[in-house]
């Protein structure tokens, strides 16, 4: 990705809180910062929509729920038209409004889900032949 360079002036006690910031994540300020700020702008854009820690590292999420991952991997194909509120909330945990905007936030960054996605996939697959091996289950 091509970057370009931004010059600015912070506050001493921003600075070092950017600082103590990059040694929990074994980031630099600048790199830290860049990230911050992409997250910010992300939820400004996206009201609802934090990032959250995961073990597979930061992620977008509801404010009030799940990984967006999950939400687009069960939603990708929903339509409002086509699925009542009532169905949609007694099928999950998540609210009608709150699928649209995770599909929103999709529509505007879908390799960064899709990717997820995809990671979790592989790693419940490698976790589920784990537990057949342990299991002495052939696998067909």
């Given amino acids: 990705m091509a ?35 992409d997250e910010g702008l992300r939820m400004a854009a996206h009201p609802g929509i934090v990032f959250r820690d995961s073990v597979t590292g930061r992620q977008a999420a509801l404010a009030r729920g799940p990984a967006l991952w999950w939400i687009v991997k069960d939603f990708r194909d929903w339509h409002v038209d ?22 929103k936030y999709y529509s505007d960054f879908p390799e960064e889900l899709d990717e997820r996605i995809a990671l979790h996939e592989r790693e419940s697959e490698r976790s589920y032949s784990a537990w057949l091996e342990a299991q002495k289950i052939p696998v067909e």
Avoid: M
């Fill in 82 to 103: 086509s699925h009542p509120a009532d169905q949609t909330v007694g099928a999950s945990s998540v609210y009608p409004h709150e699928i649209r905007l995770a599909l």
């Fill in 3 to 37: 970057s370009r360079h931004l010059s600015l002036r912070i506050g001493e006690a921003t600075f070092e809180r950017l600082g103590t910031q990059g040694k929990r994540y074994r980031e630099n300020v600048s790199e830290i910062a860049r990230r911050l700020l």
